[in-house]
């Protein structure tokens, strides 16, 4: 018994070690936004202990003071009721619920993910003059994709930003929702497809932080991680300046293509971005023939085009699939697009035919 005991003493030890490295990054974060969320769980924890400890106290205190051996304790059968009792049981837990109330309301507005950033953070305020660096997130099948729409540049799994300087986040989804994650930045927001959410944060220290999805989205989940770099102004300059000597662009072509799912993709820099794509992706007609949703909710919003518009619909040929490189891309059937007077002809889709 003796051996057993120490054996499990020494297994108990034994974590200790492996229990000090671990980054309670909720705990300690370094975005505005994220430090306001963590001091919103302090507070929330504070009141509840308000309830929390007495009962426990008490629990023990009863349990020790009323034990059958203790004869000097009062037995009071015919005891009912008591109003200072009554008073502190219902008084008590009230003012907690009411307190809790007026914290979530005021969070709830003041830290709305939609709701542009007034501040640095506690000590700074936000000058007027600050444009927002803005960041376009496009969750995929099992990867991450960063457009930065003031640089013309795109990245896969990996995200910069400049120090003090806010972000705001623009996410949409290629396929299924996901959640979007950097636990030293901000909560997580969702990712839906033919959707788009927003967040708005800011990073106030420099470091190199991991961002992930937080909703289980299939068989590559658990690998759909990437590294969001906190930089100074020169090294966020530099990152940019290096994203751009990448010598791959990303074209609808190669977006289709890196749509497919895939598993664990390495980093992956594009020093350009073909016009409109984002947009494209959230309005779900990156193929140029493919009507976009915005088009088809317009229509709709005018009555629909009836029986005929049962008919109406495209694919990518086996022809046209085999030039862009898209015979493993999921085989799709959609709604076709229109003529215009700007393309009439779907120039667009023969550039694409014409793709290596």
Avoid at 324 to 329: A, H, I, Q, T
Wanted: net charge neutral; glycine share 6%; aromatic share 10%.
């Amino acid at each position: 018994m003796l051996q057993s005991k120490t054996f499990r003493l020494l297994a108990l030890l034994a974590i200790v070690p492996v229990l000090a490295g671990c980054n309670a990054v909720l705990l300690s974060p370094s975005g505005d936004i994220a430090l306001q969320q963590r001091n919103l769980i302090y507070i929330s924890v504070a009141l509840m202990l308000i309830v929390i400890l007495p009962v426990i106290f008490l629990t023990l205190f009863f349990a020790w003071r009323y034990r059958a051996s203790n004869t000097k304790a009062t037995y009071a059968p015919e005891w009912n009721h008591s109003t200072l009792i009554e008073l502190v049981i219902w008084l008590v837990p009230l003012l907690i619920i009411i307190a809790l109330g007026a914290v979530t309301w005021v969070s709830t507005h003041k830290l709305d993910p939609y709701r542009p950033l007034e501040r640095i953070d506690a000590q700074r305020a936000l000058p007027a003059n600050v444009k927002p660096l803005t960041v376009e997130v496009v969750a995929l099948d099992w990867k991450w994709l960063f457009f930065y729409p003031e640089y013309g540049i795109a990245t896969v799994n990996e995200l910069a930003a400049p120090v003090d300087r806010p972000i705001a986040f623009r996410l949409t989804s290629s396929s299924v929702m996901n959640s979007f994650f950097i636990p030293a930045l901000a909560g997580q927001i969702y990712t839906m497809a033919g959707m788009e959410t927003q967040l708005h944060a800011i990073i106030n220290k420099e470091g190199v932080y991991d961002g992930f999805s937080s909703n289980y989205s299939g068989a590559g989940f658990s690998g759909m991680r990437f590294k969001f770099h906190g930089l100074n102004t020169e090294a966020f300059d530099a990152w940019v300046k290096t994203v751009k000597q990448s010598p791959t662009e990303l074209s609808r072509v190669a977006y289709l293509q890196l749509e497919a799912p895939s598993e664990r993709e390495p980093v992956r820099h594009y020093s350009s971005v073909a016009s409109g794509l984002y947009d494209a992706i959230l309005n779900r007609c990156v193929e140029p023939n493919r009507m976009c949703m915005r088009d088809i909710m317009a229509i709709d919003a005018k009555g629909g085009m009836g029986v005929p518009g049962l008919y109406n619909m495209a694919e990518l040929d086996q022809t046209t699939r085999s030039n862009l490189g898209l015979e493993n891309v999921q085989h799709r059937v959609y709604v076709s697009a229109f003529c215009t007077t700007t393309d009439p002809a779907f120039a667009s889709l023969k550039l694409m035919n014409a793709a290596p």
